[in-house]
């Protein structure tokens, strides 16, 4: 078996951390079998090294070995790509075509960027793991094929199953062994290293002196967070060794060339998930605008009857304190003061005077009509508001699943008052 450092000078892998070595370790123990392999890590750590690794040291080394960027090939055309097709499967298919599974029949296939597979080439690529059958499109023929899978990943995989993008038996059917590579913020001694050999192989291409970085600059190297990795360090070595022509760089030069490195280093945290309480459209946003209201009018008219039995609003304003809060919230003092002046006024005003004269029956028809008309304006309102009360209650219990203490904390109500509500209404 071939040491790690041997393996690094074969494969020109530079530095010197444990995560590496690791991650390398398991490359060479994992080679001599026929296991599965996911490599997993950011964008630009350079996973495509540990493939290369377990063939070469295979007993798969001399058949063919074949990279596949899953990511790069359009939906429409990838069970071909992968799995063939016969004449006349779909338009322009004017020949039989091999596949990659069958082309690399004995050999090994590096499928990276797996997780953008569809959910359809997924389920193809599953069998091919279980059995190692597969159908050409077009054809109902099986086929047999022999070849070791290493995929690549750079994306958080347990997510991308939650939100049901990637299938979890194909997960863990590729993942029999992980092989996970650290970002290049966590291999601060390695920077420094790869940016000196990456600036003397392109001192050496363009045939240029070799750029150097001076302490500070050094120093600010460092400190970078390198949201690219390995190929954004080579990227930013390459366009100095171009570009300047004073070969000693000081670390205001330097910083030209690093988007974002006046700002913060400190990682943002990105909320991902959809909090409860929002809502999908903005018709329901409406209804819970509406709802809201129709409880702080309730409020009022519980604190009006209370003023009105009561005829002592420091009493009134003393109980009943934490109601006055939640519809008035933090106002100025002064819209305060004005309130409880108004509130005062309206109970010094003075009693209706009753008019002994008994009203005349054309009078008293009037009346009720006007009554009558309000009435009804006020059950049409609550009816409506009904509805759209059930309706939300409805498909807040069908996002949450029937979970009603989701269900009750989205609509901003108790588990109490909803089960209230759902018996009520019958849901």
């Known amino acids: 078996m071939e040491s790690v450092q041997s393996i690094k000078q074969r494969f020109e892998l530079i530095g010197n951390d444990v995560k590496l070595n690791r ?18 890590g950011e964008s630009g750590v350079g996973k495509e090294s540990i493939p290369k690794i377990i063939h070469s040291l295979s007993h798969r080394k001399h058949a063919k070995y074949i990279a596949v960027n899953c990511g790069a090939i359009p939906e429409g055309t990838i069970d071909s790509e992968l799995f063939g097709h016969e004449k006349g499967a779909f338009t322009g298919a004017t020949q039989t075509r091999s596949g990659y599974f069958e082309v690399a029949d004995g050999g090994t296939i590096f499928l990276d960027e797996v997780g953008e597979l569809p959910l359809t080439t997924q389920v193809r690529l599953l069998r091919v793991l279980e059995n190692g059958e597969f159908l050409k499109v077009g054809s109902s023929q099986v086929q047999k094929t022999n070849v070791r899978i290493v995929a690549a990943t750079n994306i958080n995989m347990f997510e991308a199953i ?3 993008k990637f299938r979890e038996d194909l997960y863990y059917r590729l993942s029999t062994v992980e092989i996970n590579l650290p ?18 192989d392109f001192g050496q291409k363009y045939k240029m002196p070799t750029i150097r970085l001076e302490e500070d600059a050094i120093q600010l190297l460092l400190k970078y967070r390198w949201p690219g990795n390995i190929r954004q360090l080579r990227n930013i070595a390459e366009q100095i060794s171009v570009l300047e022509e004073e070969r000693n760089i000081s670390a205001v030069t330097l910083n030209s060339y690093l988007p974002n490195a006046s700002g913060s280093n400190l990682p943002a945290v990105v909320e991902q998930s959809k909090k409860e309480g929002d809502f999908s459209n903005e018709r329901e946003i409406l209804y819970k605008v509406l709802f809201d209201m129709k409880g702080d009018l309730n409020d009022l008219k519980k604190l009006t009857l209370e003023l009105l039995k009561d005829n002592d609003s420091n009493k009134v304003q003393r109980e009943n304190e934490g109601l006055i809060r939640k519809i008035y919230g933090n106002q100025d003092e002064e819209d305060i003061e004005h309130e409880e002046s108004l509130s005062t006024e309206l109970l010094h005003l003075p009693e209706p005077v009753v008019n002994s004269t008994a009203p005349t029956p054309i009078q008293q028809q009037a009346q009720e009509d006007r009554y009558h008309f309000a009435e009804e304006i006020e059950e049409e309102e609550t009816l409506s508001l009904q509805e759209k009360e059930i309706e939300l209650i409805k498909k807040s219990l069908e996002r949450n699943k029937g979970k009603r203490k989701a269900a009750a904390s989205e609509l901003g109500i108790s588990e109490r008052t909803l089960y209230r509500k759902i018996k009520q209404y019958d849901l």
């Open 23 to 40: 991650a390398i370790e398991k490359a060479i123990q994992v080679a001599p079998t026929d296991i599965s392999v996911l490599v997993t």
């Open 183 to 200: 970002p290049l913020r966590e291999r601060r001694e390695d920077i420094h290293l790869l940016f000196r050999k990456f600036a003397s």
């Open 162 to 164: 939650e939100k049901e």
